[in-house]
């Protein structure tokens, strides 16, 4: 409401009306006000100039000044000042007209009492000055809507355009006239037409925003995207009335978004080529450390063998000397002698190792068929198996694809392997081989791990597993079983070599050993094999 | 009886060819000399004529190899049948080669008397 002083400005020629009105403000009671009076037009106008006043009170029959005129000329000068025309019993049908044209009000001179002056008063200037900020915000809106980058439209239910900005007529080229009251046929191919129309009832439908990029043609040829955003309208009892829809092109964008999925890609190509390169980078670095570190090993195991073996050679004829020398009716003798014999034999057993274990491998690789190897090696040690009444179930895959592999290598592995087993049954058992193909779904790989081979996920590979239903491995052993002259077998049964070169044959293959105690009893082997790149 | 087999002993290891000679002559099949200088194997085996040679390839100052490639240029010696034998190489490997390095048969030591007995049986010249 009006609560400040009011600042009036009373145009009236006749000076019984201007004393009136001045005497009914007094009983109005304003919250205070002050009044400018001016009997002619020319009078009033040079007063808007000088200063502004919060309503106008105006004659419309002054002397220099008849009729609308009057009420204009104030208008424009101070065009955001509420009038209020004051008519006489003659001129009420002008004084309609200056309402028509902007006046806030009219008030007949005749009838005129306080109470009605000061609500003519009071709801005028509200009313302009809400009319005034209308003006305002409309004028922002619709500069926004017309200079927006954006093309913006409006439809009726019936798909009739109700709106149009600039840029949407710059568009179709045509003018806003043009436009409105026609719908999408007018304009666009009937399958654009029919889709358009039919996210426009999609959003009538649901009451929701509708968001989506199209994939156009331009009339050049080249591929377009355009943002559409479409939005229910809805009057003043919630129902929707209309669509109103913007859109706007966004093909730069996604070109550049294009630009840079493509980039990135190609980032990721070379980051992944890098890392590759990297890998076998190390792994080729690793494989000359390991190479040199066998060959000084080896030069340093054959020169050892060497000097053990000729002494040996010596203790060999020795025995044999002796064998025939001394008197066999001696039981202790004989003993001792076969004591000696068999010693000679564990010595040489044991350089014979530490030389395969030492030796730097030239690997035979060719295509191989693990099922085959596998035969073969249960031949080989079939007698161990049926001495120790081991049962031997085959479950091998058929058409197993083929490993690169050097078949005496992994024959040897294998039969380390089952000789193991047969020492962890010696009172008989079940012995179970099983071979499968498979991807890795987890890598051998160990973060900081120095082996020169991994296994990587995804990579294809045939698994061959040997279960055995013997006693398992102590679990403080399992961590040593790798390791050089570990065993458990008794002083003369085992080299404790046999499984640190199962390993490191298996390791040149470039596949992996892995041994578990199974959770029903026994050990589980596995190999794991690359498969043979061309599968022939 | 047959007359006894020649062999030369050429290894640099005067143990071995001591205890060596000892059992292969306890079997009174064999007539044996040692020569434990490599670069006199050649001399001892001219004067020695044998039916066989068995020969260490590790030895000091001439190799058993060079030694056997002597003998086999030597007009006199010429195709007189050399046996390797040797610490310088594993069983394995030798069966590998089926028995045969450098054209010539290989023992690996330590072989006992009976293998090196059933080597001499089957290449010695009769």
Redesign the interface.
């Given at each position: 409401m009006v609560d400040t002083p009011i600042n009036l400005l009373l145009v009236e020629d006749n000076p019984g009306d201007a004393r009136l009105i001045r005497e009914l403000l007094k009983e109005v009671g304003l919250p205070g006000y002050q009044v400018t009076q001016a009997g002619h037009l020319s009078q009033a106008l040079e007063a808007v100039a000088g200063q502004t006043f919060d309503i106008i009170l105006t004659d419309l029959t002054l002397p220099d000044s008849r009729g609308l005129e009057a009420f204009r000329a104030l208008r424009t000068a101070a065009p955001t000042t509420a009038v209020v025309v004051l008519s006489g019993v003659d001129d009420e049908t002008l004084a309609v007209g200056a309402v028509r044209e902007g006046a806030q009000d009219y008030l007949d001179k005749g009838r005129l009492e306080p109470h009605v002056l000061g609500r003519a008063i009071r709801y005028a200037i509200e009313r302009q000055r809400a009319e005034v900020e209308l003006i305002t915000q409309e004028a922002f809106y619709h500069s926004l809507v017309e200079h927006l980058p954006q093309n913006i439209f409006r439809k009726d239910l019936n798909e009739r355009f109700t709106f149009a900005n600039q840029r949407f007529c710059q568009l179709l080229g045509r003018s806003r006239e043009e436009i409105i009251g026609k719908t999408d046929f007018d304009f666009y191919p009937p399958e654009l037409a029919t889709k358009y129309q039919k996210d426009d009832q999609e959003v009538i439908r649901s009451g929701k925003i509708f968001e989506t990029v199209e994939e156009n043609v331009s009339p050049s040829g080249e591929k377009i995207y355009v943002q559409v955003v479409k939005t229910p309208i809805r009057d003043v009892q919630g129902q929707i009335f209309s669509t109103q829809c913007i859109f706007w092109d966004i093909t730069e964008r996604k070109r550049f978004e294009e630009q840079l999925q493509q980039k990135n890609a190609e980032l990721a190509a070379i980051a992944e080529a890098l890392r590759r390169s990297h890998e076998e980078l190390k792994s080729a670095q690793l494989q000359l450390i390991q190479a040199e570190k066998m060959e000084s090993i080896g030069t340093l195991a054959a020169g050892v063998a060497h000097e053990v073996k000729n002494p040996l050679a010596i203790l060999q004829m020795g025995i044999n000397y002796l064998s025939k020398k001394v008197p066999t009716e001696d039981e202790n003798v004989a003993m001792v002698l076969q004591e000696m014999r068999e010693a000679i034999t564990r010595a040489d057993a044991t350089t014979r190792s530490l030389l395969e274990f030492a030796a730097s491998r030239q690997l035979k690789m060719r295509p191989e068929d693990l099922n085959d190897i596998i035969h073969g090696t249960l031949k080989m040690v079939r007698h161990a198996l049926t001495d120790s009444q081991i049962e031997v179930s085959r479950e091998l895959a058929e058409s197993l694809p083929k490993v690169m592999a050097d078949r005496t290598q992994i024959q040897q592995v294998f039969v380390n392997i089952f000789m193991n087993a047969v020492h962890a049954m010696p009172k008989g058992g079940q012995l179970i081989v099983r071979t499968y193909p498979k991807t890795m779904s987890e890598t051998t790989h160990r973060e900081g791990s120095r082996k020169s081979t991994h296994l990587w996920v995804g990579e294809k590979v045939v698994a061959a597993e040997v279960d055995d239903s013997g006693t398992g491995i102590p679990e403080e052993n399992l961590a040593k079983i790798f390791d050089p002259f570990f065993t458990t077998k008794p002083a003369g049964q085992g080299t404790g070599l046999g499984l640190p070169v199962s390993k490191k044959i298996v390791e040149l293959h470039g596949g992996a050993i892995m041994i578990r105690n199974r959770p029903d009893g026994g050990v589980r082997v596995t190999l794991l094999f690359k498969q043979a790149k061309e599968q022939t | 009886m047959s007359r006894k087999k020649r062999i030369l002993l050429v290894d640099d290891?005067k143990?071995?060819t001591s205890?060596?000679k000892?059992?292969l002559e306890?079997t009174n099949k064999y007539e044996v000399r040692v020569e434990n200088w490599a670069e006199d194997a050649v001399k001892a085996a001219r004067e020695f004529q044998p039916d066989l040679v068995l020969l260490d390839i590790?030895m000091p100052r001439l190799p058993g190899g060079n030694v056997a490639a002597l003998i086999e240029a030597d007009p006199q010696l010429k195709g007189t049948p050399v046996v390797f034998l040797t610490?310088?190489v594993?069983?394995?490997q030798v069966e590998d080669h089926d028995g045969i390095i450098g054209d010539h048969p290989c023992l690996?030591?330590?072989?006992?008397?009976e293998e090196i007995t059933a080597m001499i049986e089957k290449h010695a010249r009769a």
């Open positions: - | 290891e143990s071995f205890l060596l000892l059992n306890e590790i610490a310088a594993r069983r394995a690996a030591k330590p072989a006992t008397v």
